[in-house]
């Protein structure tokens, strides 16, 4: 295999998932770039009717425009009680313009009130990794992960983005934004995912 740039080029603008995905793969000897880095502007409509679907979009259109290995990830919020809501709405899920992370959570709590709690939820990520196709056979590969937890109606922690304040991980004790980065490296659905696709990135890279 011929050896690739170590390079991997994230999917993304979203500066939270670059740290978060940095300190994942922090031990591997690759350097992990946003598009606007090497240039790259792309507006990838993500209509697909899976996470999967729109990791793969993303990641082949960020490998064809730059020619590097390409990490993308489609990760939702599904809420038992909302059946499965916001699901693969979750970044676009309050129906305000311009909505931040903070009226997203708001939203989600107030389509939960007056439902009984425990209201059980799970985060679900699938990265897909897009390879030059001279360097490997498969274009596109998928790799998923789940951390399961629980809403909570009030805010904690100021670690994380997103749903992160109130999505409790009753093993711990803790949300997701009041864990360490080390404790959340390992334990949420971004995490595990990305690690799912460590030994195909080594691989690629020809670190082994």
Not at 30 to 54: F, K, M, R, S, W
Request: proline share 6%; net charge negative.
């Amino acid at each position: 295999m011929i050896k690739i740039v170590n390079q991997l080029l994230l999917a993304s603008s979203n500066r939270g998932k670059l740290l978060e995905i940095r300190a994942i793969l922090a031990d591997l000897p690759v350097q992990i770039l946003l598009p606007g880095e090497v240039g790259i502007h792309l507006d990838i409509l993500e209509d697909g009717a899976t996470y999967a679907a729109n990791a793969a979009k993303k990641a082949l259109a960020y490998c064809r425009a730059s020619g590097l290995v390409c990490l993308a990830d489609d990760s939702g919020l599904e809420v038992e009680a909302l059946g499965g809501q916001p699901g693969l709405h979750s970044a676009r899920y309050a129906p305000w313009q311009n909505a931040t992370d903070a009226d997203r959570r708001r939203y989600l709590l107030q389509n939960l009130a007056g439902i009984p709690q425990p209201w059980r939820a799970h985060f679900h990520c699938t990265a897909a990794v897009a390879a030059p196709a001279a360097q490997t056979q498969q274009q596109v590969r998928l790799f998923v992960g789940d951390c399961p937890g629980e809403i909570i109606p009030e805010e904690r922690g100021s670690n994380g983005f997103g749903y992160d304040p109130i999505f409790y991980l009753p093993e711990m004790g803790l949300t997701m934004a009041e864990l360490t980065m080390e404790q959340k490296n390992v334990l949420s659905h971004r995490a595990r995912a990305v690690n799912a696709a460590r030994p195909f990135l080594v691989e690629l890279f020809a670190l082994s």
